[in-house]
């Protein structure tokens, strides 16, 4: 089966570090673009961050910009959202994609991972 896991959301006080995981299964990420989103309470999902497939050019949503990076590892298949400074207005379900786009593109469809709760306390 192609699939993507993400995992490692949980609860953080504001000012502190998490740091997502989003694992390939059934294909590697070699050709593919990878993006993190979040879809925060009462709000539609939002593009965070993403590394192109083309030659690793990375976008940043405004919003995370000098907090959020996108670090990877190939030997484990994985990508990372690696979030620092949170803020409580970060809180929301965060999800993974990763889609065969070409250029500078970000996913928009392709595969996405199943989500995990991020909660910044105040």
């Known amino acids: 089966d192609v699939q993507l896991q993400a995992s490692g959301g949980g609860l953080v006080q504001a000012g502190g570090s998490l740091r997502l995981s989003c694992t390939a299964s059934?294909?590697?990420?070699?050709?593919?673009?990878i993006g993190w989103f979040r879809q925060a309470p009462g709000k539609e999902r939002e593009g965070l961050i993403c590394?192109?497939?083309?030659?690793?050019?990375?976008h940043y949503a405004d919003s995370v910009k000098g907090r959020f990076t996108i670090p990877s590892d190939n030997t484990k298949n994985t990508v990372y959202l690696q979030m620092n400074s949170l803020k409580p207005e970060d809180t929301g379900v965060y999800y993974c994609?990763?889609?065969?786009?070409?250029?500078?593109?970000?996913?928009?469809?392709?595969?996405w991972g199943q989500g995990t709760q991020v909660t910044v306390s105040s």
């Open positions: 994609a990763a889609e065969g786009v070409q250029g500078r593109l970000c996913p928009h469809g392709g595969f």
């Open positions: 059934g294909f590697t990420f070699d050709g593919y673009a």
């Open positions: 590394i192109s497939a083309s030659d690793g050019y990375i």
